[in-house]
């Protein structure tokens, strides 16, 4: 049987078709301009195009710019090409497309519900376990799928963005102002570096040509956030996703994570400039949001493969839960214990801790306090503003 | 030439392409667009440009990138000792400022680096541009116009237009994320560890001498030593030396000889702590499910 997608009659033709296909990788966060569907075309023209895998594996090359986006062109190409027959509404562009391309934007607010249908009809990266295993075909379950996810649009407002971001940057600022006293030879300084320029004039017999300079060398301390987005932390989880979106914002080098019972990177979707629109993004990648959690596995699922790219001793690990994990301890502690190897300060943010008489009993947050260097409450942006003056002393 | 084509003349030079690295580099030689390729060190990323070179019979030009690479070191230099000299004797004829610069400022006094040199080859080369992510954000910028438009241009003497269009292949293991722009100039591969039969390929085809058994086993060892918890998880170039050096030890049986195999594993453990936690009991259990 064959699941290549019927198109219908009045289809224009496969330019049409492409452009529908760029459209609807666009609204699932891949960037991708006009050029691309263009050199998307001509790709299939050096490739047998009636073969799906050789058409898929062409786009991919032409579409995709990182690993995740490579890691989910597969399924996208799979909801759009092999639908088992069924028309997705964006094949053929017409007025119902460019109104779902604004519905993301803040300053169209009000197409959402109409338009956010026709985008999560089509998003099947908010739906890998679910959607997959069941037989029928994605739009169906992921729709299902989409009722029990919270729309984190609807727990995040601008206003709360605004705040965060204006505190984020405050505190990425008192993380990161450790410039050395003692300067360096740069390409853009200050001060002139004559011991360097004597050096390199001896080669042209004496004569100055390159005027070096100097400047204190930046020794950036850089931010990895991760969140937790659990059902023990939903009625927080309003103040920090809004604070992850102030502090990506704020500071480009900072990365952000979401785990419940896995990991999920959000820094692309996060970097976004629409706010509004990257916390959208953000609700699609948190499937299983309010579900449970398993914290020791996900630090250490972050310990093993981003870590090893992003964290080193100039980094801060900020973990944002309650500790609350279903999985042994032993898992939360081994996993800290290999986090903190590669030299990194770790924080963790407690909302719990703000509670009167809080002590640290769950068996996870027993296990995890050996590890962390500043252990802090946090149910509110307030309490987030404060941690400024403690954060300069790490 | 199809990219099949392409795969079986790779292979034939020793070098087992996936189907999607295939198509993709195929698509980078047709299209005449740089190719990014992405993955863990050590899986064979900088190989591509070096079979790719031979296949053409032309010549690789390389450039290693690192931090504080800039536009002199990649692009073009002025030859400063000359121009000096060539001031200095000018000055001695007694000749006027302005000839002076108009030559100074030439052909003859411009040193070339490797991204100026590949675009004014006779017949088109293989540029690669290694681990560029270890330069700095702004390098990334100098090259922008070169994989856009296959130019550079120079203040001095003007836009330099590529002779032939060099295949352009950059890799990257993320050490940082790379900027948007380069990104979408470029076709994108991710290159992953090579499966159980790809692996056995590439090491049938690098190593025949090792025999059809000890090298089922020794592919099924390696995969199995990647499932576990490592600090640096081995790469192709790491099974080779490790078929190497069993071959050397006389290892015919990878069940055989315990302390063999625990010599032997130098080459594909090279960490402290990961040749801590690989102990004999362990490297027997893997051999023994391998086999």
Known sequence: ?394 | MTWSDLQNKMSSQGYVASDDLSVALHLSVSLERPILLEGAAGVGKTDVARVLATIRETQLIRLQCYEGLDAAQAIYEWNYQRQLLSIRAAAEDGQTGASVEDRIFSEDFLLQRPLLAAIRQEKAPVLLIDEIDRADEEFEAYLLELLADFQVTIPELGTIKAVTKPIVVLTANGTRDLSDALRRRCLYTYVDYPDRIAELAILNSRCPDVSAKLSRQIVGFVQKLRSEELEKVPGIAETLDFAAALMGLGVGDLTQDPVLLQAALTTLLKTQVDQANVTTEVAQRLAGRAA
């Not at chain 1, 400047?215 to 850089?222: A, C, E, G, L, V």
């Not at chain 1, 991760?226 to 989880?237: H, K, N, R, T, W």
């Not at chain 1, 604070?243 to 976004?272: C, K, N, Q, S």
């Not at chain 1, 995890?368 to 500043?374: G, N």
């Open chain 1, 1 to 394: 049987m064959s699941r290549v997608t019927l198109f219908a009659a009045r289809d224009p033709g496969p330019a049409a078709r492409m452009s529908g296909f760029l459209a609807h990788l666009r609204q699932n966060g891949l960037r991708l301009g006009v050029a691309e569907t263009e050199l998307a075309l001509i790709a299939l023209t050096h490739v047998n195009a009636a073969l799906p895998n050789q058409t898929r594996r062409a786009l991919k090359a032409v579409c995709t710019g990182c690993k995740d986006e490579a890691d989910r062109f597969d399924d996208l190409f799979d909801s759009f090409w092999l639908n088992g027959g069924k028309v997705t509404q964006k094949v053929v562009p017409g007025p119902s497309q460019t109104r779902s391309d604004n519905v993301h934007s803040s300053r169209n607010r009000e197409g959402q519900t109409g338009g956010g249908d026709a985008g999560q009809a089509s998003a099947p990266d908010a739906s890998s376990g679910e959607a997959e295993s069941d037989g029928i075909g994605k739009l169906i379950a992921t729709d299902v799928v989409n009722f029990l996810k919270k729309d984190l649009r609807e727990i995040v407002n601008s206003s709360d963005i605004a705040e965060a971001e204006a505190i984020a940057r405050r505190l990425g600022a008192a993380l990161k102002d450790r410039r050395s006293r003692r300067r360096r030879e740069a390409r853009k300084g200050d001060k002139i570096h004559f011991r360097k320029i004597i050096r390199h004039s001896l080669a042209t017999g004496g004569e100055p040509l390159r005027l070096s300079k100097k400047w204190r060398p930046d020794r950036t301390r850089k931010i990895a956030a991760l969140c937790d987005v659990s059902g023990s932390m939903s009625i927080y989880s309003k103040v920090f996703l809004a604070f992850l979106a102030g502090l990506m914002r704020a500071d480009p080098y900072t990365d952000a994570y979401l785990f419940h019972t896995r990991l999920v990177r959000i820094t692309e979707a996060l970097r976004d400039k629409d706010a509004l629109r990257a916390v959208a993004r953000m609700s699609l990648m948190a499937d299983g949001f309010a579900g449970g959690s398993k914290i020791g596995r996900s630090i250490r699922n972050f310990a093993n493969t981003y870590a090893k790219r992003f964290v080193n001793s100039r980094t801060v690990v900020l973990i944002l839960s309650d500790g609350y994990d279903t999985d042994p301890p032993f898992e939360m502690s081994n996993a800290l214990a290999q986090l903190k190897k590669r030299g990194c300060k770790v924080i963790w943010l407690n909302p719990l801790k703000g509670w009167r008489d809080y002590t640290a009993t769950s068996r996870g947050m027993v296990a995890a306090l050996p590890y962390i260097d500043f252990f802090s409450a946090a149910n509110t942006l307030a309490d987030l503003d404060r941690l400024e003056q403690e954060l300069v002393r790490l």
